[in-house]
Each structure stands twice: as C-alpha cells, then as structure tokens.
C-alpha cells in the first residue's frame, strides 16, 4: 500500500518517447479517489539545475 512520505520507482520516459527508465520520486498526495494517482516529486543527485538564457 502506498502513502504519502515514501519513495517509490517509477518510469519516466524519454524525451522522444521511445523508451522510459525507473526513476525514484517521493510521494506526495494521493491525487484521486478513484484512481491510483498521485502528486509526486522527481528525487534527484542533482544539486544545481542548468539554466539555459535563450
């Protein structure tokens, strides 16, 4: 059973759609009754994000 506060695997496709890769996210809130949906935050080891000026 999943709750809100847990880290779970879950696939997150490529950017031309051909394929996705386990990734981890946090599970914030359950975002359906109906449905097993959820709100979550992509976890990263990532410290910085690149910006790009365009």
């Keep these: 059973m999943k709750v809100a506060g847990q880290i779970v695997l879950t696939p997150f496709p ?3 759609l051909a394929g996705s890769k386990l990734r981890p996210v946090l ?3 359950k975002s359906s009754k109906f449905y097993d ?3 979550v935050c992509m976890v990263s080891s990532q410290t910085h994000q690149a910006l ?3």
Excluded: Y
Aim: no cysteine; charged share 35%.
């Design 52 to 54: 790009n000026d365009e």
């Design 14 to 16: 490529f950017t031309n």
């Design 27 to 29: 599970l914030l809130k």
């Design 37 to 39: 949906d959820w709100l």
